[in-house]
Each structure stands twice: as structure tokens, then as C-alpha cells.
């Protein structure tokens, strides 16, 4: 029983290993998201910030539905 335990660990830390190597060695030759010009760098991040400010800015209206809700109902009906 033990031995079948240490096995066990021992092979998911060989495994753990082995990910991070591969890991580490994909990240090392990537040159992802790098920019030689910085106004180059600039436009990208500008247009990163636009993707994810949309769908944010979307939810924001649905949250002012809410909001607005909320102060009709307390109007409506006033807690005691």
C-alpha cells in the first residue's frame, strides 16, 4: 500500500516537471505580444481596451436597469 502511495506522488510530480518544463520553454521562444514600435504597442493596447470595455460598458447599462428598479420598488414599497 505504501509503495503504491509513493508512486503515486513520484508520478505527479514527474509529471508536474515535465509541464513546467514545457511551459517554461514555450514561453522563452514566444515573442507574443511584443511590439518593436511603441505607437505600434500603443494602437494594440487601444484596441484590447475597446474589445473588453464593450461587453463591460454593455453589462454596465444592465446594471443601471437594476439600479433603477431597485429605487421604484423602494418608492413603491416603503420598508417600516
Known amino acids: 500500500m505504501k509503495t503504491t502511495i509513493v508512486k503515486s506522488i513520484l508520478l505527479i ?3 508536474g516537471i515535465a509541464f513546467a518544463t514545457i511551459y517554461n520553454n514555450k514561453t522563452k ?3 507574443l505580444g511584443s511590439f518593436d514600435s511603441p505607437d505600434i504597442a500603443l494602437i494594440e493596447t487601444q484596441k484590447a481596451l475597446t474589445a473588453i470595455s464593450i461587453p ?3 453589462g454596465m447599462k444592465s446594471v443601471m436597469y437594476i439600479h433603477e428598479f431597485e429605487l421604484a420598488k ?3 414599497f416603503i420598508d417600516k
Do not use: A, Q
Request: glycine share 0%.
Open 13 to 15: 510530480v514527474v509529471i
Open 56 to 58: 463591460l460598458n454593455r
Open 29 to 31: 521562444n514566444s515573442t
Open 74 to 76: 423602494n418608492k413603491i
